[in-house]
């Protein structure tokens, strides 16, 4: 008995440390990457959410990340990243690099997001 509330609990535990993981949705549109500044809180995995609203496939690469990920046209793809520190972290679409360019922007703990106004 003692060993199934003990599951139960780790499950429940599991779940609520899931739902409490960031989320970030970026969307690739006429080869380019919205929003192009992704912000992320320091020392938390995050979930990247990417959605390629194109037509194209593209590749979603960044060396600074270690990530790679081809994103199909009409779909969508996940990616999980950190725990990082602080710092930026450039990415570009491997397809068309000179246009789909993005950086993640990990914020040191208690800074807020800039403003977009």
Do not use: W
């Amino acid at each position: 008995m003692l060993r199934l509330m003990l599951s139960v609990c780790l499950i429940v535990l599991s779940q609520d440390a899931l739902a409490a993981r960031p989320e970030v949705v970026v969307r690739l549109r006429d080869h380019l990457f919205h929003p192009a500044k992704v912000y992320v809180p320091a020392n938390k995995k995050v979930k990247l959410i990417i959605v390629n609203e194109d037509e194209d496939p593209e590749e979603f690469d960044s060396f600074a990340l270690n990530r790679e990920k081809v994103v199909f046209g009409k779909a969508k793809a996940n990616l999980f990243i950190g725990p990082l520190p602080p710092g930026r972290y450039p990415f570009f679409g491997q397809y068309h690099p000179t246009t789909a360019q993005g950086e993640v922007i990990v914020l040191p703990p208690g800074e807020e997001v800039p403003d977009a106004h």
